[in-house]
C-alpha cells in the first residue's frame, strides 16, 4: 500500500504565496508522473500541474506563470508552489502520483486533500 500526505494549505491574501507539499510513502518501487488537482465547491476536479519523473512539466492554463511544480525523487516528493494567488485559486488541492508499486503493477493514488482559500 501506498500513501501520500500533503502539507503546507491554508489561507492567504489575494496575491500572496502558498508552498503545497506532498510525501509519498509505502511499497514504492517507483514513481512515474506526479500532479495536483484540484477542486472547488460545485466544480469538478481538475489539473493544475503535472511533472514526470525526469522533470517535464505541464500546467493548466489559468496557472502558468504563477504556479510552478517540482519534485525531490530521492525523497518521493512533490511540490506546488504558488506566486500571485488569485480568489478563483480557492479550492481542495489533491496530489496524485502513479506508482509501480509491484513488478507488473502501476496504480493511482490519492492524498487526502488540503484546503487553499484565498481571500482578503
Known amino acids: 500500500q501506498v500513501q501520500l500526505v500533503e502539507s503546507g494549505g491554508g489561507l492567504v491574501q489575494p496575491g500572496g504565496s502558498l508552498r503545497l507539499s506532498c510525501a509519498a510513502s509505502g511499497s514504492i518501487l517507483s514513481i512515474n508522473a506526479m500532479g495536483w488537482y484540484r477542486q472547488a465547491p460545485g466544480k469538478q476536479r481538475e489539473l493544475v500541474a503535472a511533472?514526470?519523473?525526469?522533470?517535464?512539466?505541464n500546467y493548466a492554463d489559468s496557472v502558468k506563470g504563477r504556479f510552478t511544480i517540482s519534485r525531490d525523487n530521492a525523497k518521493n516528493t512533490v511540490y506546488l508552489q504558488m506566486n500571485s494567488l488569485k480568489p478563483e485559486d480557492t479550492a481542495v488541492y489533491y496530489c496524485?502520483?502513479?506508482?509501480?508499486?509491484?513488478?507488473?503493477?502501476?496504480?493511482?493514488?490519492w492524498g487526502q486533500g488540503t484546503q487553499v482559500t484565498v481571500s482578503s
Open positions: 496524485n502520483a502513479l506508482v509501480r508499486d509491484g513488478v507488473y503493477r502501476v496504480m493511482g493514488y
Open positions: 511533472i514526470t519523473s525526469g522533470g517535464s512539466a
